[in-house]
Every structure is written in structure tokens, then in C-alpha cells.
T-cell receptor, first 113, second 115 residues
Framework: AQSVTQLGSHVSVSEGALVLLRCNYSSSVPPYLFWYVQYPNQGLQLLLKYTSAATLVKGINGFEAEFKKSETSFHLTKPSAHMSDAAEYFCAVSYNQGGKLIFGQGTELSVKP | KAGVTQTPRYLIKTRGQQVTLSCSPISGHRSVSWYQQTPGQGLQFLFEYFSETQRNKGNFPGRFSGRQFSNSRSEMNVSTLELGDSALYLC??????????????FGPGTRLTVL
């Protein structure tokens, strides 16, 4: 079955530290991959998406992700965390099934001053 | 351009009742997808409508249904509510083309509480 795994339901970093949120997919066919962010009491906002044009994808707010087929991964990184980055982050995949996204369980990011 | 809007934002119902949620997509978007978000199951795909037709469906019981109107607005209905239906229901709209990388834009959600 197609699925997405996000390692770590909670990640805590200090302000200014590197942010690394992990995402792995399970499929022999590489999917299309997305990272979304959700702030409290809000919907999801797209950070970036992998469309096979380039393996390193840059998104909004300084985030980027690298698609690694050999590792079936699409980890999200940001060089320097900011307090405003505290939110829940979701990795999602799409497999040519129209408007159907399969989401990971989410990772809550906390940023300590 | 206005974003995706969902009404109502909050809803409280009792078991056995039915409920209808509404979603207005971004102007020009023809696809509307619905998702259920709960602490235990996370985000799960319910169904997608494109040009008034259900194009894709998740693994939910028949109590969950939807429809789309000619102006692309969509409604979702849940009949015979159960306690487990308490969730945040998110609607997302997209242009609706055949590309799997079509970006979905999410609304703020409707928080449904079933007592």
C-alpha cells in the first residue's frame, strides 16, 4: 500500500539551529511529493513540492527539500529556525489519482528561544 | 484573489443527526477535495469533485457524501453522525487539471463536534 512515514511526531530545536524533518515514502513508483505546514486553527499551506524537474526543491520561508530516490526520502530542512516556524508539518504524496493526497502523520516543530 | 472559504467554522451536533458542510473554492478552480483530520487517524482523503462529478473517493462509509455545483462550490454531508465523526474537515481546491502536481489550496476547515 502507498504510504508516507514521518519520523518523529515532535521535534524541538533552538532558534537559529538547523531544522530537519524526515519523510519517507513506500512505493516502487516515485510519487510526487509535497510539504505542507499547518498553524494552529488554520488550514494547510504549501511549503514546496517535488515535480521531478529538480531533486533539490526550494520553497517558501527558507525551507527546502531534497528528493532521494535511492532512499525513498524527501526530508525538509531549513538552515536556521525562527520562532515563527513553530507549527505542524505534513509530508504528502500524490500518485496520479487526481485530487488525492496521502499524508504522513505530521511532525510538530517547537522552536526554543 | 480570495482563498478557499468554509462554512460554518464550528459545528456541534448530537449522535444520529446529519450535517452539511460547505466549501467555496478559489475563483477559477474546478476541483474540490475533502479531507478529515483527527488526532488518531491524521489527515485522510474523503473524496474529490471535478466539474460536478466525483472523480476520486477514499475509504469512508456511505454516510459520507458530497456534491459539487456548477459554480464549483461543494458541499459535504454526513448522515447518522457518530462520536468518531468529530474532526476537523478540510476542503482544498485546485485548478483540476490532469497533472498530479496540481497544487491544492486548503481552507481553514470546519470543526465538527459530535456529542
Amino acid at each position: 500500500a502507498q504510504s508516507v512515514t514521518q519520523l518523529g511526531s515532535h521535534v524541538s530545536v533552538s532558534e537559529g539551529a538547523l531544522v530537519l524533518l524526515r519523510c519517507n515514502y513506500s512505493s516502487s513508483v516515485p510519487p510526487y511529493l509535497f510539504w505542507y505546514v499547518q498553524y494552529p486553527n488554520q488550514g494547510l499551506q504549501l511549503l514546496l513540492k517535488y515535480t521531478s524537474a529538480a531533486t533539490l526543491v526550494k520553497g517558501i520561508n527558507g525551507f527546502e527539500a531534497e528528493f532521494k530516490k535511492s532512499e525513498t526520502s524527501f526530508h525538509l530542512t531549513k538552515p536556521s529556525a525562527h520562532m515563527s516556524d513553530a507549527a505542524e508539518y505534513f509530508c504528502a504524496v500524490s500518485y496520479n489519482q487526481g485530487g488525492k493526497l496521502i499524508f504522513g502523520q505530521g511532525t510538530e516543530l517547537s522552536v526554543k528561544p | 484573489k480570495a482563498g478557499v472559504t468554509q462554512t460554518p467554522r464550528y459545528l456541534i451536533k448530537t449522535r444520529g443527526q446529519q450535517v452539511t458542510l460547505s466549501c467555496s473554492p478559489i475563483s477559477g478552480h474546478r476541483s474540490v477535495s475533502w479531507y478529515q483530520q483527527t488526532p488518531g487517524q491524521g489527515l485522510q482523503f474523503l473524496f474529490e469533485y471535478f466539474s460536478e462529478t466525483q472523480r476520486n473517493k477514499g475509504n469512508f462509509p456511505g454516510r459520507f457524501s458530497g456534491r459539487q455545483f456548477s459554480n464549483s462550490r461543494s458541499e459535504m454531508n454526513v448522515s447518522t453522525l457518530e462520536l468518531g465523526d468529530s474532526a476537523l474537515y478540510l476542503c482544498a481546491s485546485s485548478l483540476g487539471g490532469s497533472s498530479p502536481t496540481d497544487t491544492q489550496y486548503f481552507g481553514p476547515g470546519t470543526r465538527l463536534t459530535v456529542l
